[in-house]
């Protein structure tokens, strides 16, 4: 007896295999499905909900000694180390040092009121007045390159007096006899030489100069400059 077709039906066994082919090609795609979808994700920056975490920022300031004195305050790196004060008829100063190896000689002196006016430097950094704060203006270079009479070589230089000076309208005493020195002084428009004057809000109004000396073979003013840009007269 021949098999009878009904409608699009063939025999038996043919539908089993129609179905088994089917049912291959489904678990082909769903595979590729899940494939493709895993490599999106491992591709794809991941997206976190929830509750909000700080993440720390990848740059991170490096900490600061916070130089707390009667009448300022100011930061200074962290391997620094105040080193002593004077607090005499003729001397009010403090002093401070470095400390990290390799360059632990470098060194800042802060007077106050009793300024040192005769004290030359090699280099000089003005100052301005804001309030009770101060905002550092641009390093001069050795001063014997600018100085009338000033000379770099060494030798002929030692026999020079220290001589007045002025960079940016500011008046100051260039250190000409030491010119491979590297002390650096502070000074304002209009105040005498080494001063600037600044009035804080509850300690009254007070003369200050800096002098920073770098005896590092790559010497760093910027924390001369830090050193002044955060200072503030209380």
Request: aromatic share 8%.
């Amino acid at each position: 007896m021949s098999n009878t077709y009904k409608y699009d039906h063939g025999p038996p066994h043919r539908l089993l295999r129609r179905l088994v082919v089917i049912l291959g090609i489904s678990v082909v795609i769903i595979v590729l499905g899940f494939g493709l979808i895993a490599y999106h994700a491992h591709n794809q920056q991941p997206v976190v909900s929830g509750k909000v975490i700080v993440v720390p920022q990848t740059s991170i300031q490096q900490s600061e000694l916070q130089v707390n004195e009667q009448l300022f305050t100011m930061q200074l790196p962290s391997d620094w180390k105040e080193t002593g004060s004077q607090n005499t008829v003729t001397t009010h100063s403090i002093s401070w040092q470095a400390t990290a190896k390799g360059a632990d000689n470098r060194y800042l002196t802060i007077y106050i009121d009793t300024i040192p006016a005769t004290k030359p430097v090699n280099r000089e950094l003005p100052v301005t007045v804001h309030g009770n704060q101060l905002s550092p203006g641009e390093l001069s270079d050795n001063c014997s390159d600018f100085t009338t009479g000033g000379t770099m070589n060494v030798s002929q230089a030692e026999k020079l007096p220290p001589t007045p000076s002025v960079w940016q309208g500011v008046n100051f005493i260039c250190n000409i006899p030491q010119v491979i020195n590297d002390l650096v002084g502070t000074g304002a428009v209009g105040d005498g030489v080494n001063t600037v004057t600044i009035t804080g809000p509850t300690g009254g109004t007070h003369n200050y100069f800096f002098l920073y000396t770098d005896l590092n073979i790559q010497p760093d003013y910027t924390i001369l400059s830090n050193a002044v840009q955060s200072f503030r007269a209380k």
